[in-house]
């Protein structure tokens, strides 16, 4: 590999067990036109070729990806369907290929791939992207057609499958609720922004929407941002408690000279978002405690407890608002900064939440009716020394105020077969753990707490 020149990098055609075969363009076609269970309509059949020419997908840099057993792999979607990793600059003919020589790396003994079901396109499975075409040109298609590679991998990964439900409902203590709604979120698959085109009223603000890199809409990210380890446990701990959304700002600091965002605080909202009574009130009280601490208003979180956490169209206009918002505040530019933390979601890797922070680019000044262009933001999180008192203060009072709540979460249940709702915050939290390894500790007091909840 390493004697390889840039110009000619090497193809890896083998897949493993899962590989999948070169079509043509008159097979291509047939796939459109076959009704029935026929041999190209297989898994095998639908191609990344496929997706590109109808679409679904779109060739770029870095827009595929590989999360396995704590290791990541980046990969560039050529124009022919081919993947180029990153790292080395190897061309493999298929996801399954890629995917099964990225696991090897790590799991010698591992034997395919389940490429469809490992390879991310953009931060969703690229069976999901396979389904949207059989209901798209097959809508009599057996769906379980692409979903047959998806329970192998979700076992592997350690997350709930239907399989895995049959065996366990009878053992587990709710564990069919979780599975049950879990199952329902798979469905939901983000647009892309391209696709929206004019604001149409007609149109599901819920809509997801992918998120976009600076680099393709031809900007450079107009500020760096540093995020304390401290504001994404309490965050994360706050969006873990309930089956609803939550709501919480963010204080740092932002200084001209070095363009640095800098995140220090979270503030949760201890209120319901229907309550507007009480909302006012809430967000005098975080304005006195960012005075206090000589914080400004930075930006603001949210969860989709069961969602991925992308912005939904309602949330790129809420972002838009606070940008000006803030920007309006005073004489110079200052960014807000936008994220979504999706602590339940059944394709978070793991039982770490996915955490997006997002930034929105107005539209073009020639198209003002369109939405606003949700961008991704890249973060440097900085690990805090220990967990503070205030943190652990702002934790107790979230814990009194959900106690009774009706859409408090279960934390005997599962979450998967082998991991209960305190397992997998646990988990979480250990991702935003400070230097003190003391705090584990300290946070059993908490852990106690929501044990106690039901």
Known sequence: MGSEPPSSPQVVEDGGEEDEEELSGGEEADLRSSSGRGSLLTRRGITLRVL???GLVEPGDGVLAIHYLGKNFVGDLLTDGKIRWVETGQIFNSPSAWATHCKRLVNPAKKSGCGWASVRYRGQKLVQYKTTWLHKYQPSADMSLVSEEDDDEDEEEGKTTVQADEKNKNTKPGLNDVVVSRR??????PVRYCTLGTRDAARDPHTLVELSAFSAINRFQPFNVAVSSNVLLLMDFHCHLTTSEVVGYLGGRWDTNTQLLTVLRAFPCRTRLAD????SAVEEEICQNLFMRGLSLVGWYHSHPRGPALPSLQDIDSQMDHQLRLQGSNNGFQPCLGIICGPYYHGNQGVASTITPFWVVPPPEQRPNDYGIPVAVEVTYVQDNFLTSDVLNEMMLL?????????????NQYWCPDTTMMDKIKGSLSCHAPKDQAYSQILEHVYSQLSNMH
């Open 52 to 54: 590109l020419k109808d």
């Open 184 to 189: 329902t979120d798979r469905e939901r698959i």
């Open 276 to 279: 507007r009574d009480s909302a």
């Open 399 to 411: 814990v009194d105020y959900y106690r009774a709540a009706p859409d408090l979460v279960q934390f």
